[in-house]
């Protein structure tokens, strides 16, 4: 069967991506649910979405290797014909203090969290070009907007997609093709489940709001720059914080 769109979300298995996945989901689109370690999770949203009545498929790709980053847009090319909508959500953390973080843990974050995206991007823009249409999203975080103590690595990766955000954009916007990056702030969501309700009062302190962000929020930002409502918007980043970056 043929799709008028053909979509992958990268670290989709839980939390914002699998948030995103969902809200985007629909019978028209082909929806890959990309995974590197929560297949379990992965494997579940699937079968939630095809008992909805929509089209799902799970795919594994280990981020921290180049040369499967760029395997990952090939197979879902071959395998589905296009690629009309890419969500960079997939990242990693190795948070430690500067003056005692390994280059090991400082590369790391960046391959996964920069370069896997520019491969990626990269990857995906030679289809969208051909096709004269395609979204490309991006997601950053407050981080890398604002720094945060013991996430030098975390921050230079993010602070970096916003950066390669802008310049793919201005490279695809005669071809129709949109870049856009979403900056949340902190996220109900695993990652924030563990800390301890002194750190968790010190964050809330930080936002205006005065609560944290759903994962679903974010997704209805993504699924608007993914929507033809979002068409002339390009080389944007949209925070998604409760008002922290401001």
Not at 71 to 79: C, F, Y
Not at 87 to 106: F, H, I, K, P, W
Not at 126 to 153: D, E, F, H, Y
Request: hydrophobic letters at 45%.
């Amino acid at each position: 069967m043929s799709h008028k769109q053909v979509v992958l979300v990268t670290g989709a298995g839980r939390g914002i991506g699998k948030a995103i996945v969902s809200t985007l989901a629909s019978p028209e689109r082909l929806i890959y649910i990309h995974y590197s370690s929560s297949e379990d999770s992965a494997k579940e949203l699937e079968q939630e979405l095809i008992r909805d009545g929509k089209f799902a498929c799970t795919i594994r790709a280990d981020l921290s290797d180049s040369e499967a980053a760029k395997t990952l847009i090939r197979q879902i090319v071959e395998e589905s014909g296009q690629i009309d909508i890419l969500v960079n959500n997939a990242g990693l953390t190795r948070d430690q203090l500067a003056v005692r973080m390994s280059d090991e843990d400082y590369d790391a974050v960046i391959q996964v969290n920069q370069k896997a995206q520019f491969i990626l991007m990269r990857e995906a823009a030679k289809i969208m070009m051909r096709k004269r249409w395609g979204r490309i999203i991006n997601i950053s975080s407050v981080v890398g907007l604002k720094g945060n103590a013991g996430q030098i690595n975390y921050a230079a990766s993010k602070a970096a997609v916003i950066a390669m955000t802008k310049s793919l954009a201005l490279e695809l916007a005669t071809r129709n093709v949109t870049v856009n990056s979403v900056a949340p702030g902190f996220i109900e969501t695993d990652m924030t489940a563990v800390l301890s309700e002194e750190v968790r009062e010190h964050y809330l302190e930080t936002i205006p709001m005065r609560r944290l962000g759903q994962p679903e929020d974010v997704a209805a930002t993504v699924a608007f720059l993914a929507s033809d409502a979002a068409n002339y918007i390009t080389a944007q980043t949209i925070s998604v914080d409760g008002g922290m970056n401001r």
